[in-house]
RNA sequence: GGCGCUGUAGCUCAACUGAAUAGAGCAUCUGACUACGGAUCAGAAGGUUUUGGGUUUGAAUCCCAACAGCGUCACCA
């Protein structure tokens, strides 16, 4: 990077010395030279024949001539069409990597006192049943997200709003109140979540079972089937004795209450289990318990203040037609919260909580139009931090015989997908004969880290706008791109450095300049490099699929290059120290970049 | 229907702010095992970047239109 700056630099000298414009070093790009031409990085001329009035072979042959005696750091150039190759010195490709090496957390900056307040909400569940595979990707991608922006130097607050109160906790209480003889997880032996995901399966089947029956007695009557069935659906006794049991709730009702705790906490319970395996955590947790009321609270002010307006039926609205957008429902005409109304107080508590610069959600896609909106009214109701929100929108997780739907029975379970993971992990390693000199603990513990590896990669790989197909199969592949592979590349690169030690070969702080590369060792190390920019990029663009292209991109370049030679059997002694330097640092630059994406490496695998 | 997102090899995915012959993996075929750790490496084959226009020295990338897929348009959360 330091190179690239540089001649940036040196560019933009001789634009001025050359044609007498003023060209803004920042805005010149110099790109990797294809593998095909010689040299190292190109200047595209093309943007400045405006400037030389010449051809673009000429223009090149002028920057070139003039960068060759100008630049210390250019060795040679050649130029094709419009495009000039230059040849980066041996020596700085050797003070490059001594300048990697001599910082552990390379490309990462540490956030100073004063650096700016991100906020990250991410995860948040609903209390009603377990994790599944979309919240995996959720889970994985805030994680992974607030660890890029906290490395581009942001103070970082990782946030999660707990979904737990409305329609859907009911269901799950009045079943098991209903069909429960008094069940609980130490009784049962089930994870909360599972338990409470169990009751709100029961409630929806028996109350189909009603529906289907009753909408068969009003048809039987003489009803149409479509106005029975809507009929069946309102009339359904469970139904109604779940909205009763909500309405109790909203009036602190002791009993509905205690019950709700209960069960809430049987949840909370079984989800930092799952969070524990995924490696995810938060610094504040909010609560929409707490939320929905200050939500109210700020929608009646907005309304004080006109900014809102109110229907005959008493409802709240806030008008958004001048933004190109729709009205919008605030509150009910009963009063009670919406989804929106949640979601303002929640923004609200935060705010007095934290100095909050920038507040990021990581949601899924079908609500890109909810963040919209609560971005223009955030904004109305005076955050200042509201219209540049940002909605980290990520796409569905699919699977090979389409997508995921609970009544179908093809929800992929988070704590069921982890499990097959790291049992996967296991038998492969065994087949291998990975294990054979370890012990149990060491066994489940490195593949715990290679299957987790393995779940996280594939999940994060991808970008995160996009829907992805998860194909359980494929997922737990160990060749290509894919983590274990690079986990693999690493623990080599570890056992090598091990070795090493073990005879005795310390590597110095500062290598020897006049060690000869490789065309492939410079661009080793150019790509080390690259890390600096890729997380500054990947914070910038919310992307942490840019992070785990890259280790890969890295770790094949490195296979591909040390495979057919042996770095300890290496004579020349100056080669042999540059190449542990580089495969240290490649190692390194490894496990610093996936350490960003939440993914641990082993030091043996 | 309105709005939004997506469309790249058989499949799963890349391609930084437009740049040279669009890259990987899987699957298929062919090679390399006295191996610093073979959970590897090399090679072959595979493309009109959905289609049609436009802007540009240059387009997978930007603009317009069509087609296809998905999402959303709840007094659910």
Not at 17 to 27: H, K, M, P, Q, R
Not at 157 to 172: L, P, Q, Y
Not at 525 to 553: E, I, K, M, T, W
Request: proline letters at 3%; a negative charge; glycine letters at 8%.
């Amino acid at each position: 990077m330091k190179i690239e700056q540089q001649l940036a630099a040196d560019a933009a000298a001789a634009l001025k010395a050359l044609y007498g414009a003023d060209v803004e070093a920042g805005s010149i790009q110099l790109e990797k030279t294809k593998r095909e031409f010689e040299g190292h990085l190109t200047l595209v001329v093309f943007p400045y024949l405006r400037l030389s009035r010449k051809k673009p072979e000429e223009t090149a042959e002028e920057i070139g001539r003039y960068l060759m005696e100008h630049s210390a750091a250019v060795a040679g150039y050649n130029v094709i069409k419009g495009f000039l190759n230059l040849t980066v010195a041996p020596a700085a490709w050797v003070a490059l990597l001594d300048d990697i090496n001599s910082d552990a957390r390379y490309g990462l900056t540490e956030p100073g006192e004063d650096a700016p307040l991100v906020m990250i909400e991410y995860s948040s569940p609903n209390t009603n049943k377990p994790l599944h595979l979309g919240h995996v990707r959720n889970n994985l991608l805030g994680w992974a997200l607030a660890q890029i922006v906290e490395a581009c130097g942001n103070r970082v607050v990782k946030t999660n709003i707990v979904n737990d109160r409305g329609i859907h906790i009911c269901k799950s209480m009045l079943a098991w109140q209903k069909y429960g003889n008094g069940e609980t997880p130490e009784s049962s032996g089930k994870k909360g979540d599972h338990l409470i995901g169990d009751y709100y399966v029961a409630f929806d089947q028996h109350y189909r079972a009603e529906v289907k029956e009753l909408t068969a007695k009003y048809e039987a009557e003489g009803m149409a089937p479509e106005a029975a069935k809507e009929r069946a659906e309102k009339d359904s006794p469970l139904m109604q004795e779940a909205h009763a049991m909500l309405v109790r709730w909203e009036q602190n009702d002791p009993e509905v209450r205690a019950l709700w705790r209960k069960m809430n906490e049987w949840v909370y319970e079984g989800f930092d289990q799952t969070y524990k395996a995924l490696g995810v955590g938060f610094d504040k947790i909010y609560y929409e318990s707490d939320t929905y009321l200050e939500g109210r609270k700020m929608v009646l002010e907005g309304l004080e203040k006109g900014l809102f307006y109110r229907r005959d039926d008493g409802s709240v609205w806030a008008d958004l037609r001048s933004e190109g957008l729709d009205e919008k429902l605030l509150l009910r005409a009963d009063g009670t919260s919406v989804y929106m109304t949640q979601d303002i107080g929640t923004a609200k508590m935060r705010f007095e909580d934290f100095p909050i610069d920038k507040m990021i959600y990581v949601v899924g896609n079908e609500q890109n139009y909810h963040f919209q909106v609560l971005a223009i009214l955030l904004d109305k109701l005076g955050f200042e931090w509201g219209k540049s929100l940002v909605h980290f929108s990520y796409g569905m997780v699919e699977l090979p015989n389409g997508k995921m739907k609970s009544r179908e029975g093809t929800v992929v379970d988070a704590d069921d997908l982890v499990a097959e993971m790291v049992r996967q992990a296991r038998e492969t390693a065994d087949e291998a004969g990975k294990f054979d000199d370890m012990s149990e603990e060491e066994k489940d513990e490195v593949a715990r880290i290679v299957g987790m590896g393995a779940l996280k990669y594939f999940l994060l790989k991808v970008d995160a706008r996009k829907n992805m197909l998860f194909n359980p199969a494929e997922s737990i592949d160990f060749n290509g791109n894919t983590g274990p592979f690079i986990q693999y590349t690493y623990a080599r690169i570890r056992s090598i450095l091990r070795k090493a030690a073990d005879s005795g070969i310390r590597l110095p702080e500062t290598l020897p300049a006049d060690v000869e590369l490789s065309r492939k060792e410079e661009e080793i190390v150019q790509h080390l490099a690259d890390f600096a920019a890729v997380v500054r990029q990947a914070g910038a663009d919310y992307s942490p699929s840019a992070v785990a292209n890259y280790c890969y991109a890295l770790v094949k370049e490195y296979n591909q290059f040390y495979h057919d030679f042996s770095v300890l059997r290496e004579e020349d002694e100056k080669k042999k120290i540059f190449r542990l330097v580089l495969s240290a640092n490649v190692a390194k630059i490894v496990r610093l970049g996936m350490g960003l994406l939440g993914i641990e490496m082993p030091e043996r695998m």
